[in-house]
């Protein structure tokens, strides 16, 4: 199975070989609860996202990266930031693929459909503010939700 290795500021991480621009979607429901994800590739928890494609705006690329995850559509509402920091790559197993970060986070609110795994999410739930902290995740992923969930008003960039 393909695993995803994320490196923070690590001397044995390898070097970047690409640079491919995703985003990431913090969608909440009515209650104010998060849509997170359990990844098949680290089993770490994570807001869903992914790589943005050819001839697909970044709004258009969240909806549908949290809809092929979760199963629930959402519309774009905010920008939580940008994160783009080199000391962070992420390593793909499959193919070699040393990624150096460069993700765009936005907010969003559920729409329709109810929380369903893909082949990219082993569990999709509603997880409400103080249970963030119990989940694990990557390093980078704690630091985006912690923005979003500090409101800061101002979108991080970085």
């Known amino acids: 199975m393909s695993r995803r290795i994320d490196y923070?500021?690590?001397?044995?991480?390898?070097?970047?070989?690409?640079l491919v621009p995703s985003v990431n979607v913090v969608v909440t429901n009515d209650a104010d609860d998060i849509l997170m994800i359990r990844r098949t590739d680290n089993d770490n928890w994570?807001?869903?996202?992914g790589?943005?494609?050819?001839?697909?705006?970044?709004?258009?690329?969240?909806?549908?990266?949290?809809?092929?995850?979760?199963?629930?559509?959402?519309?774009?509402?905010?920008l939580v930031g940008t994160y783009?920091?080199?000391?962070?790559?992420?390593?793909?197993?499959?193919?070699?693929?040393?990624?150096q970060e460069f993700s765009i986070v936005l907010t969003g609110r559920a729409v329709s459909g109810e929380p369903t795994p893909s082949d990219e999410s082993r569990?999709?739930?509603?997880?409400?503010?103080?249970?963030?902290?119990?989940?694990?995740?990557?390093?980078?992923?704690?630091?985006r939700i912690g923005h979003f969930l500090s409101a800061a008003g101002k979108p991080h960039i970085g």
């Open 8 to 18: 923070y500021d690590d001397p044995d991480a390898p070097a970047p070989n690409s």
């Open 46 to 49: 994570a807001v869903p996202g």
């Open 51 to 78: 790589a943005i494609d050819l001839g697909e705006s970044l709004p258009a690329a969240g909806i549908r990266e949290t809809l092929e995850e979760t199963g629930v559509l959402c519309e774009i509402t905010g």
């Open 84 to 99: 783009t920091d080199p000391r962070h790559v992420i390593f793909y197993t499959s193919n070699g693929e040393a990624r």
């Open 123 to 143: 569990e999709v739930r509603w997880v409400t503010r103080d249970e963030v902290d119990g989940l694990t995740m990557d390093r980078s992923m704690r630091l």
